[in-house]
């Protein structure tokens, strides 16, 4: 599951990328790509990023609400 967060939050700063293009710039750096916004592969590309934001919002209110477990072991004492 560790993988799969990391992909998802990749995924997320490309499309948070994306987007501060088309805001900037008007251009969208994904459509440029993969063929246009209407493309298929271009369409995926959204859909992916879409996803990711919904995955990313488990991590979030888990955070939020304090459920998160921390990793409170000593690290220098494995020396």
């Known amino acids: ?12 700063i490309i499309g948070g990328i994306n987007w501060l293009l088309v805001g900037l710039f ?5 459509a440029e790509l ?3 916004q209407s493309s298929g592969l ?5 859909i992916l990023v879409g996803l ?4 990313q919002l488990v991590p979030f209110a888990r955070m939020v609400s304090g459920d998160v477990v921390r990793d ?3 690290r ?3 020396r």
Do not use: E, P
């Not at 008007?26 to 994904?30: A, R, T």
């Not at 271009?42 to 959204?46: G, T």
């Not at 990711?52 to 995955?55: E, M, T």
């Open 26 to 30: 008007q251009y969208d750096l994904v």
């Open 34 to 36: 993969f063929g246009g």
């Open 52 to 55: 990711s934001a919904l995955w």
């Open 42 to 46: 271009a369409r995926m590309i959204y």
């Open 72 to 74: 409170t072991t000593n």
């Open 76 to 78: 220098d004492s494995r």
């Open 1 to 12: 599951m560790h993988m799969l967060n990391i992909v998802t939050l990749l995924l997320i």
